[in-house]
């Protein structure tokens, strides 16, 4: 003590300023200190969440980006489909419209054939009635001279069986 002395330390002044510190110190602590702490974990909390929160939605929209490709591929694979179905049936309808046709074309050839064979038949029999009448002009005044009209008419039908 005596040393204290002799720099001029009064051992009593400095207990009361030991106590005047720890009771600064303790004021500080409840009321500065304290509160600043549980401020700045506050804050730290928020940053945090703050944080994690945009990596979830870092992650999300990561996530979103890669379904909205998949269904981008999906949607274009359906696409290329239906265009290939469209084309199948577009070469499917061709090739009926043209069976059809082709039968409709073999129809009114058929119809054109027969019509042109009665014609003929027609012609061939409106001829042969024609031939007969001149034959018969023909016969009726070369035998005009008497031969009898059964002999005329026999003679007649012979010559137009020959012809058939």
Known sequence: MEILELFGVDWRLMIAQLVNFVIVLLVLWKFAIKPLMKTMESRNAEISKGLDDAKAAADKIEEVEHDVKIKLQETKAEAIEILEQAKKQSE?????????????????????????????????????????????????????????????????????????
């Open 92 to 164: 499917s309808n061709h090739q009926d419209s043209l069976e059809q046709t082709k039968n409709e074309v073999a129809e009114v050839v058929k119809k054109a054939k027969e019509q042109i064979a009665a014609e003929k038949k027609d012609l061939v029999n409106g001829a042969k009635t024609e031939i007969a009448g001149l034959l018969t002009k023909a016969l009726q005044q070369i035998l005009s001279e008497g031969l009898s009209k059964d002999i005329d008419q026999k003679y007649i039908e012979k010559t137009l069986k020959e012809l058939k």
